[in-house]
C-alpha cells in the first residue's frame, strides 16, 4: 500500500492475497481443500463411465440402424476340420450387385458372387431380367455363364419372387432361365452342387467346367433348403470341392438343404458380417450377394 496516496501500486499485492500465495495452507483450511479435491476426483470416474457408456450405445445404435440385422451368422468346424462360416437370410432379403474391391471394404454384409475376368463377370448375375453390368447380350455384363467353351451351360440359383420358390438351372445365358414373370426375379450363376444327385453331381460339376476343383483352395457357395432360406457358405480352409460339398452337407444337412451352387473360390472367398470378416487372400471382386436389412 502507498500510504501517501492511499491506492494500491500496481506492482504490489494486498496482503492478503500475498499471504496465500506466499505459503502453503495448513490446518483446518488445508483439510477443507484436500477434501474438496477428494470428493471432486471421486466425482469425475461416474461421470466418465456414462460418457463411455453414452458413446458406446451411440455406436451400436448407429451399427444397427447402418447395417442389415436379418441374417443369423454361423460357424462351424466338420469332421475332417473344414471351417464354415454361414450367413443364412431370407432371399428377399438378398441383392445383387456390383463392387469393384474386396468385400470386406464395402459398407455391406454378405458374401462374393461368381467368376469374373478383369472386371468382367463371367457368370449370370441379373436382377428382374436385366444384368448388372450393362445391357442384355453383352458380354461380361452378368447375362452370360461364361467359360472356355462359348456354349457353356453352368448352373444357376433362380429365386422366383412369384412362387417363392428356388430352383437350380442350368444354362448359358439369362435369357435361358425359366420364371413366372421376368420382372420378378433374381439369379447368381455358379456350378451345380448337385445335392440331390450323389451319383452324377461330381461328373456335372466337371462338365460345368468348375476351376480346380480337385485342388486344395478356398471356396464359397449358396445352398438353400425346404423353407426356401439361403444359406451363403465361405471356407478360408483350403479344400477339394468333393470335400468342402461334403462338409456343408455335414454340417448343414439337417436343415433339410435342397441344392445349391459353388460360386467362385480361392481368394475371391470373402464374407462379411458383423461378427466376422474374411477377405480371401485380399483381392478386388466385382460382384456379390449383398444383405439388404
Same mark, same amino acid.
Given at each position: 500500500? #502507498?500510504?501517501?496516496?492511499?491506492?494500491?501500486?500496481?506492482?504490489?499485492?494486498?496482503?492478503?492475497?500475498?499471504?496465500?500465495?506466499? +505459503? +502453503?495452507?495448513?490446518?483446518?483450511?488445508?483439510? %477443507?481443500?484436500?477434501?474438496?479435491?477428494?470428493?471432486?476426483? *471421486?466425482? $469425475?470416474?461416474?461421470?466418465? &463411465?456414462?460418457?463411455?457408456?453414452?458413446?458406446?450405445?451411440a455406436?451400436?445404435? =448407429?451399427?444397427? &440402424?447402418?447395417?442389415? *440385422?436379418? @441374417?443369423?451368422?454361423?460357424?462351424?468346424?466338420?469332421?475332417?476340420?473344414?471351417?464354415?462360416?454361414?450367413?443364412e437370410?431370407?432371399?428377399?432379403n438378398?441383392?445383387?450387385?456390383?463392387?469393384e474391391?474386396?468385400?470386406?471394404?464395402?459398407?455391406?454384409?454378405?458374401i #462374393?458372387?461368381?467368376?469374373?475376368?478383369?472386371?468382367?463377370?463371367?457368370? %449370370?448375375?441379373?436382377?428382374?431380367? *436385366?444384368p448388372?453390368?450393362?445391357e442384355?447380350?453383352? @458380354?461380361?455384363?452378368?447375362?452370360? #455363364?461364361?467359360?472356355? #467353351?462359348?456354349d457353356?451351360?453352368r448352373?444357376?440359383?433362380?429365386?422366383?419372387?412369384?412362387?417363392?420358390r428356388?430352383?437350380?438351372?442350368?444354362?448359358?445365358?439369362?435369357?435361358?432361365?425359366s420364371?413366372?414373370?421376368?420382372?420378378?426375379?433374381?439369379?447368381?450363376?455358379?456350378?451345380?452342387m448337385?445335392?440331390?444327385?450323389? @451319383?452324377?453331381?461330381?461328373?456335372?460339376?466337371?462338365s460345368?467346367?468348375?476351376?480346380?476343383?480337385?485342388?486344395?483352395?478356398?471356396?464359397s457357395?449358396?445352398?438353400? /433348403?425346404?423353407?426356401q432360406?439361403?444359406?451363403? $457358405?465361405?471356407?478360408?480352409?483350403?479344400?477339394?470341392? @468333393?470335400d &468342402?460339398?461334403?462338409?456343408?452337407?455335414? *454340417?448343414?444337412?439337417?436343415?433339410?438343404?435342397? /441344392?445349391?451352387?459353388?460360386?467362385?473360390?480361392?481368394?475371391?472367398?470373402?464374407?462379411?458380417?458383423?461378427?466376422?470378416?474374411?477377405?480371401?487372400?485380399?483381392?478386388?471382386? =466385382?460382384?456379390?450377394?449383398?444383405?439388404?436389412q
Open positions: 500500500m #502507498n500510504h501517501e496516496t492511499g491506492r494500491n501500486d500496481n506492482n504490489t499485492k494486498p496482503a492478503l492475497f500475498g499471504s496465500l500465495h506466499m +505459503r +502453503r495452507l495448513s490446518g483446518p483450511a488445508a483439510s %477443507i481443500v484436500q477434501s474438496f479435491k477428494s470428493h471432486r476426483m *471421486r466425482a $469425475v470416474g461416474p461421470i466418465v &463411465f456414462c460418457i463411455v457408456i453414452l458413446l458406446a450405445a455406436y451400436w445404435m =448407429y451399427d444397427g &440402424f447402418s447395417h442389415p *440385422r436379418q @441374417y443369423t451368422y454361423e460357424k462351424h468346424i466338420s469332421a475332417s476340420g473344414i471351417e464354415l462360416h454361414v450367413l437370410t431370407a432371399p428377399d438378398v441383392q445383387l450387385t456390383t463392387i474391391q474386396n468385400v470386406t471394404n464395402t459398407p455391406f454384409y454378405g #462374393n458372387g461368381g467368376f469374373f475376368w478383369e472386371g468382367a463377370l463371367l457368370s %449370370i448375375a441379373v436382377v428382374n431380367d *436385366r448388372l453390368k450393362g442384355p447380350g453383352d @458380354y461380361g455384363s452378368g447375362w452370360y #455363364n461364361t467359360g472356355v #467353351n462359348a457353356l451351360k448352373g444357376t440359383l433362380v429365386w422366383d419372387e412369384l412362387t417363392r428356388f430352383t437350380v438351372q442350368v444354362a448359358t445365358d439369362a435369357s435361358e432361365l420364371v413366372t414373370d421376368k420382372q420378378h426375379y433374381w439369379a447368381q450363376g455358379g456350378v451345380s448337385g445335392l440331390g444327385d450323389e @451319383y452324377g453331381w461330381e461328373n456335372h460339376m466337371i460345368e467346367e468348375m476351376p480346380a476343383y480337385d485342388e486344395e483352395r478356398m471356396r457357395a449358396l445352398v438353400f /433348403d425346404r423353407n432360406r439361403l444359406y451363403m $457358405v465361405v471356407t478360408p480352409t483350403p479344400s477339394t470341392v @468333393y &468342402f460339398r461334403l462338409a456343408i452337407m455335414e *454340417r448343414l444337412g439337417g436343415r433339410g438343404l435342397v /441344392d445349391g451352387i459353388f460360386l467362385d473360390g480361392d481368394g475371391s472367398s470373402q464374407l462379411q458380417c458383423r461378427a466376422r470378416s474374411l477377405s480371401g487372400d485380399g483381392r478386388p471382386v =466385382y460382384q456379390m450377394l449383398a444383405m439388404k
